[in-house]
């Protein structure tokens, strides 16, 4: 891996990544493919046309079905989606948070019941490292606790330390399993995670700590999970400078537009999250002044296309009343033409804010867009 910082504004950075599945240009958006796909029926061909860099895949979910031993027979993740350029799983760790109900955190690991069959499913750092490497990623993440942004303080402290002990375990277990004669990718990449609600010394501190463990990246989690922006914004400000400047930085799981000109503003280049997909399945569709609810009534006779001068496939051929329509009759082309229309938009977005860091124009920039975005 290679990762070179070309341009700084303030504290925004416009970076290139050399991977070993495909350069990527940063800031970027990764869309969010949890079991391998993206949710709304979008399929290869519409990423590459919408200009998808990275996708986004989970470890946990892969583990639980299909099954990473299947995919890892199968040729890797690569292989098993048809898609050549690079993918980063997430590590399990976040459903240590989201599946709160059905697991038990141990110093060893994490005992989940599985949220399909309830079968019993063991996962540490270890195991995490084994699955993510049979999946042959191009960027697994560290096995971590996701805390709660408002669990106290000596609840968050403890499991810090916790994850600061699992990270060291996933560091070593990478560099093993990157060495064997039958892992597909030799060349995968590990990001370590930053954790610490909304504790800025305890944040700080893990920073520090985390930022001398020989990561290719450092991510920072636990955010977008109750707190308020501003809170969010507070600790991204006071965490990112404590992190090495010469490797990529990734906000897990933010955010709306806002968010991410926020987020860049501060320091970050990766990001992911389910807002595109999840708004576009239920007709929610993004455009340079704000969200639109295609399900309103005042699109029964609109034949104009959800933006006017949109590049996506979506708005060059359709209507937002065809779409309206394809949504009440819950049609399933509808849920798919406006994630691709969402997702085109996040990622036109950050090659804007590309353009914008490459021009030494992203604090106009950023404010413009925040001004037309206030609806969002």
Avoid at 6 to 11: I, W
């Amino acid at each position: 891996m290679t990762y070179k910082v070309l341009k700084t504004e303030g504290n925004a950075k416009r970076a290139e990544m050399t991977t070993v599945h495909g350069v990527i240009q940063t800031p970027v958006f990764m869309n969010v493919g949890t079991v391998a796909a993206i949710k709304g029926a979008v399929s290869t061909e519409d990423l590459e046309r919408i200009g998808t860099q990275v996708q986004l895949s989970n470890t946990y979910h892969l583990h639980v079905r299909p099954g990473d031993e299947i995919v890892k027979k199968l040729g890797g993740l690569h292989k098993f989606m048809s898609w050549n350029k690079p993918i980063l799983t997430d590590s399990g760790g976040f459903q240590v948070f989201s599946l709160s109900s059905l697991r038990k955190i141990k110093e060893e690991g994490v005992y989940f019941s599985s949220h399909v069959d309830g079968r019993k499913i063991f996962m540490g750092p270890e195991e995490s490292m084994r699955i993510q490497s049979n999946l042959a990623s191009t960027i697994a993440m560290a096995f971590d606790e996701c805390p709660s942004s408002r669990a106290d303080r000596d609840y968050v402290q403890a499991s810090v330390d916790r994850t600061t002990r699992w990270l060291v375990r996933c560091r070593d277990e990478m560099k093993r399993l990157n060495s064997l004669p039958d892992t597909i990718n030799k060349e995968q990449l590990l990001f370590g995670i930053n954790q610490g609600a909304v504790f800025e010394d305890i944040r700080i501190a893990h920073a520090k700590e985390i930022a001398g463990l020989e990561f290719d990246g450092y991510a920072i989690g636990g955010l977008a999970v109750g707190e308020s922006h501003e809170e969010m914004y507070d600790t991204i400000e006071a965490t990112v400078p404590h992190l090495p400047k010469d490797k990529p930085t990734y906000l897990m799981g933010v955010g709306t537009p806002a968010n991410i000109l926020e987020a860049v503003d501060r320091g970050v280049d990766f990001f992911d999250c389910v807002y595109p997909s999840r708004n576009g399945r239920h007709g929610h569709v993004y455009t340079r002044y704000g969200k639109l609810n295609l399900f309103n009534a005042k699109y029964e006779l609109d034949d104009s296309p959800i933006e006017e001068g949109c590049g996506c496939p979506t708005c060059a051929r359709y209507s937002r009343a065809y779409l309206r329509h394809l949504l009440k009759a819950k049609e399933m082309l509808g849920m798919r033409l406006c994630v691709q229309h969402n997702l085109y938009f996040y990622n036109n977005m950050m090659q804007e804010i590309r353009d914008a860091l490459d021009k030494g124009e992203f604090a106009a920039y950023k404010k413009r867009r925040l001004e037309e975005l206030k609806n969002t």
